[in-house]
């Protein structure tokens, strides 16, 4: 299985490229998996619903470093989130929530995690798939191109993207930077 590495985050379009990747979660000994079937893109001071628009915080600051970094953070008092910093060379800032994946290896440990053994609705939100696959602010700065307890692997080839308005956002809303496909 072969790691996505650190320049395959360092373009345009990567929101549309992780789609049909694999992220492999590891907890204790073991090895939960999923194909990314859903990502919304975030930018910077072009896009006003990204945390990156106004300017540097504690939260944000690693949305201005190198790609390829895990960006997690509380939401709503209540979830986490996750992303990757990716974002063109051109750009100060950017990230790709990864919104939802098709379960493959560890079903048993998500329906566990999220204490639901409907599989529809196991992984099909963004803060489902942080309590599926145990995603917590502990994974802030995580080197996702390297094997570790959390990283992006090649995965499968897709067939259809399908573009649509980001999901949950008031600011920005004309932009159609939330991606799926179906497997």
Excluded at 18 to 25: E, F, N, S, T, V
């Amino acid at each position: 299985m072969t790691i996505l590495p650190r320049e395959f985050y360092s373009k345009d379009a990567v929101a549309k490229n992780l789609l049909g990747k694999r992220i492999i979660r590891k907890i204790g000994r073991s090895k939960i998996s999923g194909i990314i079937t859903e990502t919304e893109a975030y930018g910077h001071n072009d896009d006003l619903s990204s945390h990156a628009c106004r300017k540097i915080t504690d939260r944000n600051k690693i949305m201005f470093g190198d790609v390829g970094f895990a960006y997690v953070y509380f939401t709503y008092g209540m979830h986490f989130c996750f992303n990757v910093v990716a974002k063109d060379p051109k750009k100060a800032a950017g990230a790709v929530l990864i919104r939802a994946i098709e379960p493959e290896k560890g079903i048993k440990i998500m329906q566990e995690n999220r204490g639901n053994t409907n599989l529809k609705n196991l992984v099909n939100g963004p803060a489902k798939l942080t309590q599926a696959l145990c995603i917590t602010k502990e994974h802030y700065g995580a080197d996702l191109t390297k094997k570790s307890k959390l990283y992006i692997a090649e995965g499968i080839k897709t067939k259809r993207i399908i573009a649509s308005p980001r999901i949950g956002i008031i600011k920005a809303v004309d932009k159609m930077w939330n991606f799926k496909i179906t497997i």
